[in-house]
């Protein structure tokens, strides 16, 4: 918008102060332009817009499916950093204790896999693995959803579905979380 120039003043603004919204200010004349006014070429823009908008959410969606299995190892090595920054350390010290729990969290994971010897410690461990990840795909998909309607008792419906969808996937995957059981 490029606002245009009228005789009260070379910037478009009138010389003497005027009313605007019931507070005296200066008010600018705006006029809208574009970069071609082909009606063509703006639904040309406007549909490639909504179908990168739609690649983007896409290709979102298959990378919180492909994270999604990290979302407790994170979610402690998030926790670990700001215990370490709440104790007065540098954030170096933290953003290092953070990645050192996360990377001990998913050695933990492997090795408690590969012991597990029922499907009862199999499962307790998928729990684990499970909550995070509900969690993390909740507020996932009511942020996404946020970004094109105001969220309301639907979004929250869906939200809580693609939570339950997100922890089972998580609980799914786990058994084969990097190769540390066949099965």
């Excluded at 990168?52 to 499916?65: E, P, Q, R």
């Amino acid at each position: 918008m490029v606002p245009v120039l009228s005789p009260e003043g070379r910037s478009g603004l009138p010389a003497k102060g005027s009313i605007c919204y019931n507070l005296a200010t200066y008010c600018a004349v705006e006029v809208e332009e574009s970069a071609s006014d082909d009606p063509v070429v703006k639904d040309d823009a406007m549909i490639f817009a909504a179908i990168a908008t739609i690649a983007a959410l896409v290709l979102i969606g298959l990378l919180m499916l492909n994270l999604i299995i990290y979302a407790l190892p994170a979610a402690i090595g998030l926790i670990a950093g700001q215990w370490t920054s709440a104790a007065g350390n540098s954030i170096t010290m933290s953003i290092t204790a953070g990645i050192c729990a996360a990377l001990l969290t998913m050695l933990l994971a492997r090795i408690a896999i590969g012991l597990a010897r029922s499907p009862v410690q199999l499962a307790i461990i998928g729990l684990l693995f499970a909550i995070p990840a509900a969690f993390a795909g909740y507020h996932a998909s009511l942020g996404l959803w946020a970004l094109f309607a105001e969220p309301n008792s639907m979004t929250h419906f869906l939200a809580s579905i693609a939570a339950l969808s997100f922890g089972a996937l998580a609980w799914v995957r786990l058994p084969t979380y990097g190769g540390a059981r066949q099965t």
